[in-house]
T-cell receptor, first 113, second 112 residues
Framework: GENVEQHPSTLSVQEGDSAVIKCTYS??????FPWYKQELGKGPQLIID?????GEKKDQRIAVTLNKTAKHFSLHITETQPEDSAVYFC????????????FGKGTRLHILP | KAGVTQTPRYLIKTRGQQVTLSCSPI?????VSWYQQTPGQGLQFLFE???????NKGNFPGRFSGRQFSNSRSEMNVSTLELGDSALYLC???????????FGPGTRLTVL
């Protein structure tokens, strides 16, 4: 079946440094790639997303890049802060088709003081 | 603006029982989707309802069912509970298709 691989599973970075999380997807029909942040006791929250007609998108300290040919997409967080500590999930799907959504297994990000 | 609410937040059941979980979407949102989150399988899509109709369904057995009411509130039901049904069940709502999904805090179901 279709799959999304996410690496690393755990990531520790010093406060102020950058963090990068990478995902690879298998379904060629995927055209929508959201990233979610999940804090303890809460549901996932969309932090940024990208569609397949765009190669890069940035929102303040967060950016996402997409290489559709290689089926790779990555999340970049710059100038990390303690409140960035959480679990991050990537996902790949077809726009408007929640039944096609495949999530990565998640990355637990620790921001070290 | 109130977010997505789910009740109850925690639930303990025994094998063979059935359970009903409730989700109230953000006001004005007509689409509600349900997900199961477990340490082993991660986040998996269960089903989606829009205007009281099931639009999409994930790859789960028929023991998992849902419905949506005219006020967009949704319920999901799991019958004949199994140990493997222990999970965090998340509900998400969106105003319309292709809009951002907003997740609720989830219902933690433990099956003993």
């Amino acid at each position: 079946g279709e799959n999304v691989e996410q690496h690393p599973s755990t990531l520790s970075v010093q406060e102020g440094d950058s963090a990068v999380i990478k995902c690879t997807y298998s379904d060629s029909a995927s055209n929508y790639f959201p990233w979610y942040k999940q804090e303890l006791g809460k549901g996932p929250q969309l932090i940024i997303d990208i569609r397949s007609n765009v190669g890069e998108k940035k929102d303040q300290r967060i950016a996402v890049t997409l290489n559709k040919t290689a089926k790779h997409f990555s999340l970049h967080i710059t100038e990390t802060q303690p409140e960035d500590s959480a679990v991050y999930f990537c996902a790949a799907t077809q726009d408007g088709r929640d039944d096609k959504i495949i999530f990565g297994k998640g990355t637990r990000l620790h921001i070290l003081p | 603006k109130a977010g997505v609410t789910q009740t109850p937040r925690y639930l303990i059941k025994t094998r063979g029982q059935q359970v009903t979980l409730s989700c109230s979407p953000i006001s004005g949102h007509r689409s509600v989707s349900w997900y199961q989150q477990t340490p082993g399988q991660g986040l998996q899509f269960l089903f989606e309802y829009f205007s009281e109709t099931q639009r999409n369904k994930g790859n789960f057995p028929g023991r998992f069912s849902g419905r949506q009411f005219s006020n967009s509130r949704s319920e999901m039901n799991v019958s004949t509970l199994e140990l493997g049904d222990s999970a965090l069940y998340l509900c998400a709502s969106r105003r319309a298709m292709n809009n951002e999904q907003f997740f609720g805090p989830g219902t933690r179901l433990t099956v003993l």
